[in-house]
């Protein structure tokens, strides 16, 4: 019961910090524009 315990608190704290992390995480946004042009044979499928 004891490991049980230890692996749901575990469990539990990962989730909260990953959590924190992508909340105070400033993801850089891409330094260049990407424009791909899909044919139309390609989705005529």
Do not use: H, K, Q, Y
Request: charged share 15%.
């Amino acid at each position: 019961m004891r490991i049980l315990n230890f692996i749901i608190v575990g469990a539990l704290l990962l989730l909260f910090g990953g959590g924190l992390l992508l909340a105070a995480w400033e993801i850089p946004v891409p330094a260049i524009d990407i424009e791909r042009t899909i044919s139309n044979d390609w989705l005529s499928r």
